[in-house]
């Protein structure tokens, strides 16, 4: 009976074994890089688009600051001709009881 050596006889096989392995940790680590290549897009994307609603979001607010600052100069111009007039009436109106 011969002794044979197993690496010998199984050496065809064992190619194919070991190249099955190393070709899927290598396909493994070339998806994985792709598929974080990927996800760094579509990240990137998200945060354009949120960035833009942000920016619509701060332009409407600015609209919306500056109508409320012109409706508050308004009405304290009001507010200020009111208390003149205000002060003209109590003043015509010590006058006449003065008179009286």
Same mark, same amino acid.
């Given at each position: 009976? @011969?002794?044979?050596? =197993?690496?010998? $006889? ?11 392995? =190393?070709?899927? %940790? %290598?396909?493994? =680590?070339?998806? #994985? ?8 897009? %579509?990240? %990137?994307? /998200?945060?354009?688009?949120? =960035?833009?609603?942000?920016?619509? !979001?701060?332009? $409407? +607010?600015?609209?919306? !600051? ?7 100069? $308004? +009405?304290?111009?009001? +507010?200020? #001709?009111?208390?003149? $007039?205000?002060?003209?009436? +109590? @003043? ?6 003065? /008179?009286?």
């Amino acid at each position: 009976m @011969e002794k044979s050596n =197993f690496f010998v $006889d199984n050496f065809n096989s064992l190619i194919a074994f070991f190249g099955t392995v =190393f070709g899927g %940790i %290598i396909g493994w =680590f070339t998806g #994985k890089k792709r598929s974080n290549a990927e996800t760094d897009a %579509i990240e %990137i994307g /998200n945060f354009a688009k949120g =960035f833009e609603t942000y920016q619509q !979001l701060l332009d $409407d +607010l600015k609209k919306r !600051l500056i109508a409320v600052e012109k409706s508050n100069s $308004d +009405l304290a111009k009001e +507010l200020h #001709k009111c208390k003149k $007039d205000m002060q003209q009436v +109590l @003043e015509e109106k010590i006058k006449s009881l003065k /008179n009286s």
